[in-house]
């Protein structure tokens, strides 16, 4: 179910375009033009569906930000958006427990403010670690972060953050102090780095004081970033915004270069960098099958191209489940393979037979001329070769022989 945000906006035209805001954040929004009517909506709904709240400062019935107070007092985590641009209000505001303040300066402010609620959508499966010898300046990051809904981690000292960093795989970013009771943070850092790359966690080095030279031994050392105390609460949130997003932008990049974009299975390329990548020596017993769907041309050709889409589709997800813990890509067109490691000839028979009859009783709706049938055809290799491409070319030449022989048949060289 999509999570929903309070909005509380005075003016029909800021909380029209805050409510498109949120809807663009995938999130359904909860309109209200004073704290009245928030606080009335907000006692008749189940408080958990909500995710946030975003707040205008000034409403005709809390001219001073008492709107903030009821959704902060809520433990709604608050985003607050005005027109006073002012210092007092800003400290007025920052003074109080909020996830941001957003002075609509510029257009760029909406951008931010949609991109903050994505983010705190997302943050609730992100892991934080803080890692500092002092308890207060632990305890006030991990506030901020609590904020923004981080699942945050606090340690005191580098051995215990290996230890939650084992122990906590949805870990994606560290803060650490630059001087940790039991070893230097940049030290820690580089030890961080043997075991994660820049890419699987983002490091933010806290420097204590006013040293340049310290910035920079943190990002020698491989941290992503660094932050100089006193940091103020904005600068602090904006830093570790861009690097969650960084790091999501690089997995993006990642799995679109790795993942077939029809069927969503991984294509050639990443077949052979995880086979490759998994074995020194490709395990024995083993089996390789190279499947391809019969006259898929004749369904493009008779149906049109987005019905074999469809099929190409609803085939990919039935390999998904049938070789739910197997190695399973697209090869392009309609050609698919499946690898099974530690497999005997007989099981790994029985299962591409089965797959194969799974895929003859398949019924694919289409728009036009449905429910679609169609038959695939296999060659299945079980030779000892330690080279893939000789277990592909051993497989395809078994395919050869199974569209010669008629189609819809496994031929292997068991
Ligand atoms: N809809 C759709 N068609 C594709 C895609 N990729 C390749 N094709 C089509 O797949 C068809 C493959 O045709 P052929 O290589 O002649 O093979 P076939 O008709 O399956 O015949 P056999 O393999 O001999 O049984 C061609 O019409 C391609 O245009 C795709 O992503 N989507």
Redesign the pocket.
């Known amino acids: 179910m999509q999570q929903k945000v309070l909005v509380i906006e005075n003016s029909q035209v800021s909380l029209n375009l805050m409510e498109k805001l949120v809807h663009k954040a995938n999130l359904t929004p909860i309109g209200a033009r004073s704290l009245t009517e928030a606080q009335y909506k907000f006692s008749h709904a189940t408080p958990e569906d909500y995710l946030c709240a975003v707040v205008g400062y000034q409403l005709p019935d809390a001219p001073r930000g008492e709107a903030i107070d009821f959704t902060t007092s809520a433990f709604l985590p608050t985003i607050v958006v005005t027109d006073e641009i002012s210092n007092d209000v800003r400290d007025a505001v920052l003074a109080r427990d909020v996830v941001d303040y957003v002075p609509k300066e510029n257009n760029q402010v909406y951008d931010y403010i949609a991109r903050l609620l994505a983010r705190l959508d997302k943050n609730r499966h992100i892991g934080v670690l803080v890692v500092h010898g002092r308890r207060g300046p632990r305890a006030y990051m991990a506030s901020l972060l609590y904020r923004h809904n981080f699942s945050v981690f606090q340690v005191g000292s580098a051995k215990d953050a290996m230890a939650a960093l084992a122990q906590r795989p949805n870990i994606q970013l560290v803060l650490t102090d630059s001087a940790l009771p039991d070893e230097s943070g940049t030290r820690f850092i580089a030890n961080l780095r043997k075991l994660f790359s820049k890419e699987q966690l983002a490091i933010i080095g806290i420097a204590d004081g006013n040293s340049a030279a310290l910035s920079a031994h943190f990002l020698k050392s491989g941290a992503n970033d660094f932050l100089r105390l006193p940091f103020c609460h904005e600068e602090f949130l904006c830093r570790i915004m861009q690097n969650v997003e960084l790091m999501e932008n690089v997995e993006s990049i990642r799995s679109a270069a790795n993942t077939d974009y ?1 069927t969503g299975l991984s294509n050639r390329r990443h077949f052979f960098y995880t086979l490759s990548m998994g074995y020194q020596t490709l395990p024995t017993p083993h089996a390789l099958a190279l499947l ?10 008779t149906h ?6 469809a ?2 589709k609803a085939v990919a997800a039935l390999l998904t489940r049938h070789f739910n813990d197997e190695l399973v890509a697209r090869f ?3 050609e698919f393979c499946v690898y099974l490691p530690q497999t005997d000839a007989d099981t790994a028979i029985e299962r591409l037979e089965a797959f194969r009859r799974q895929v003859a009783a398949l019924k694919v709706e289409v728009d036009q001329g449905g429910p679609l049938t169609v038959t695939v ?1 296999i060659g299945m290799t079980f030779q000892p070769a330690n080279s893939i491409e000789a277990l592909l070319s051993a497989a395809d030449r078994l395919l050869y022989q199974a ?1 010669a022989q008629g ?1 819809n048949q496994v031929c292997s060289d068991s």
């Open positions: 029809l391809d769907l019969d006259f898929f041309k004749t369904v493009n050709d049109g191209h987005d019905a074999g889409d099929v190409l392009g067109g309609e055809s569209k189609r």
